[in-house]
């Protein structure tokens, strides 16, 4: 391998740990949901459903709520340690490192966690990552084919798909998947969906049936989870909420940019989209404004685009509209690279652990005053 095809390589495989990866990162109070007035409510208000309970014990876990793929391998260990569900990324690591990565997983936690495929780019290690023993693949930004569900299946693994549309339900649901992730604009990161989750999630909730939804975009507190599981929603996926915790491998910078931003802070955009030419939902940094100030123009014509912005020691160096996020062990102007957060990113204002951030949002799910 030449050393220009060996550093286009570490920097796709840097690129798993990006928001960039299909489930999209939350982190936004949701515009309330009506409240269901049925029967069997728990302490909390919030009734404990079928599809929540079969959810729970389908995966093992305590609680119904699923960390977006960014983050870093420890914080998924983290998560699922905590009785929540872990995420980690696959899509672009190497066969060796998928293999590694999972046999890891598998040794630190009780399984209770996914793997993420963009089906934008080809699962190249989903073999190896079956082979060894990922419990539960998700896929994102696309429909798997019968094929790769067959792989899947006989591998015993169980199957997730993101969905962001009624007919994009239709055709997840078409391959008996044992969870719908179901994605609204409000999410941070490569953003699939293209309306807003409460009435995106209503359509697929009328489809689904039996078949858990968990819904993702714009969930940020134990509130933001009670409205989105009293409109019928299993579980909730967090995402930007998670990136601000101690075991996230964000660079430090990002995670004091979350801690800093406002309601207004976000934009939805295709400005980075040197290595992934798909809409995402950033933080507004210098580079962003520098591009809108010369009218959005086009790859080829952006404002110093050959400029390296910073530099990692495993995965090297990182242009400027790079998909890649500031991560741990960068260093230059890590500011300057695209940080993705959810619309409420205003509502992530400290760094705790990952336990405690999961114990937060449960005592806030079950009181509605804390």
Same mark, same amino acid.
């Given at each position: 391998?030449?050393?220009?095809?060996?550093?286009?390589?570490?920097?796709? /495989?840097? $690129?798993?740990?990006?928001?960039?990866?299909?489930?999209?990162?939350?982190?936004?109070?949701?515009?309330?949901?009506?409240?269901?007035?049925?029967?069997?409510?728990?302490?909390?208000?919030?009734?404990?459903?079928?599809?929540?309970?079969?959810?729970?014990?389908?995966?093992?876990?305590?609680?119904?709520?699923?960390?977006?793929?960014?983050?870093?391998?420890?914080?998924?260990?983290?998560?699922?340690?905590?009785?929540?569900?872990?995420? $980690?990324?696959?899509?672009?690591?190497?066969?060796?490192?998928?293999?590694?990565?999972?046999?890891?997983?598998?040794?630190?936690?009780?399984?209770?966690?996914?793997?993420?495929?963009? +089906?934008?780019?080809?699962?190249?290690?989903?073999?190896?990552?079956?082979?060894?023993?990922?419990?539960?693949?998700?896929?994102?930004?696309?429909?798997?084919?019968?094929?790769?569900?067959?792989?899947?299946?006989?591998?015993?693994?169980? =199957?997730?798909?993101?969905?962001?549309?009624?007919?994009?339900?239709?055709?997840?649901?078409?391959?008996?998947?044992?969870? =719908?992730?179901?994605?609204?604009?409000?999410?941070?990161?490569?953003?699939?969906?293209?309306?807003?989750?409460?009435?995106? =999630?209503?359509?697929? +909730?009328?489809?689904?049936?039996?078949?858990?939804?968990?819904?993702?975009?714009? $969930?940020?507190?134990? /509130?933001?989870?009670?409205?989105?599981?009293?409109?019928?929603?299993?579980?909730?996926?967090?995402?930007?909420?998670?990136?601000?915790?101690?075991?996230?491998?964000?660079?430090?910078?990002?995670?004091?940019?979350? =801690?800093?931003?406002?309601?207004?802070?976000?934009?939805?955009?295709?400005?980075?989209?040197?290595?992934?030419?798909?809409?995402?939902?950033? +933080?507004?940094?210098?580079?962003?404004?520098?591009?809108?100030?010369?009218?959005?123009?086009?790859?080829?014509?952006? !404002?110093?685009?050959?400029?390296?912005?910073?530099? /990692? !020691?495993?995965?090297?160096?990182?242009?400027?509209?790079?998909?890649? !996020?500031?991560?741990?062990? /960068?260093?230059?102007? !890590?500011?300057?690279?695209?940080?993705?957060?959810?619309?409420?990113?205003?509502?992530?204002?400290?760094?705790?652990?990952?336990?405690?951030?999961?114990?937060?949002?449960?005592?806030?799910?079950?009181?509605?005053?804390?």
């Amino acid at each position: 391998m030449s050393k220009n095809e060996g550093d286009h390589v570490s920097r796709r /495989h840097f $690129i798993r740990q990006s928001a960039a990866l299909g489930i999209g990162i939350s982190g936004v109070s949701i515009p309330a949901f009506g409240q269901q007035a049925d029967e069997g409510h728990t302490r909390e208000g919030v009734v404990m459903s079928e599809n929540r309970r079969q959810l729970l014990t389908r995966f093992g876990l305590k609680y119904p709520i699923f960390q977006a793929a960014p983050g870093g391998e420890a914080l998924a260990v983290a998560v699922a340690n905590s009785g929540a569900m872990g995420a $980690i990324s696959l899509t672009w690591d190497s066969p060796e490192q998928t293999f590694e990565l999972v046999s890891r997983m598998n040794k630190a936690t009780k399984g209770n966690y996914y793997a993420n495929y963009v +089906l934008h780019f080809e699962p190249k290690t989903l073999d190896k990552a079956l082979e060894a023993g990922c419990p539960v693949i998700q896929f994102s930004w696309g429909i798997p084919n019968k094929g790769v569900v067959a792989r899947v299946r006989e591998a015993g693994a169980k =199957l997730g798909i993101q969905v962001s549309s009624k007919r994009n339900a239709e055709k997840a649901l078409a391959l008996d998947p044992d969870f =719908l992730i179901c994605q609204g604009l409000e999410a941070g990161g490569h953003v699939q969906a293209t309306a807003a989750l409460g009435a995106t =999630l209503l359509e697929v +909730l009328e489809l689904a049936h039996d078949v858990p939804v968990v819904a993702a975009g714009g $969930i940020s507190t134990g /509130h933001d989870i009670r409205r989105v599981i009293n409109a019928g929603a299993s579980g909730a996926v967090l995402g930007t909420r998670f990136m601000a915790t101690q075991e996230s491998d964000a660079h430090d910078i990002y995670k004091s940019s979350l =801690l800093n931003a406002g309601e207004d802070s976000t934009a939805y955009t295709i400005c980075f989209n040197r290595d992934w030419n798909a809409a995402h939902r950033i +933080l507004r940094n210098s580079t962003f404004l520098e591009w809108e100030a010369e009218g959005c123009p086009d790859t080829g014509s952006k !404002p110093r685009e050959d400029d390296v912005v910073a530099d /990692h !020691p495993i995965f090297g160096p990182a242009k400027r509209y790079e998909t890649v !996020p500031p991560m741990q062990g /960068h260093e230059g102007t !890590p500011e300057e690279m695209a940080m993705y957060a959810g619309q409420g990113v205003s509502m992530v204002n400290d760094l705790p652990t990952a336990n405690d951030l999961i114990v937060r949002l449960w005592n806030e799910f079950e009181n509605p005053q804390a």
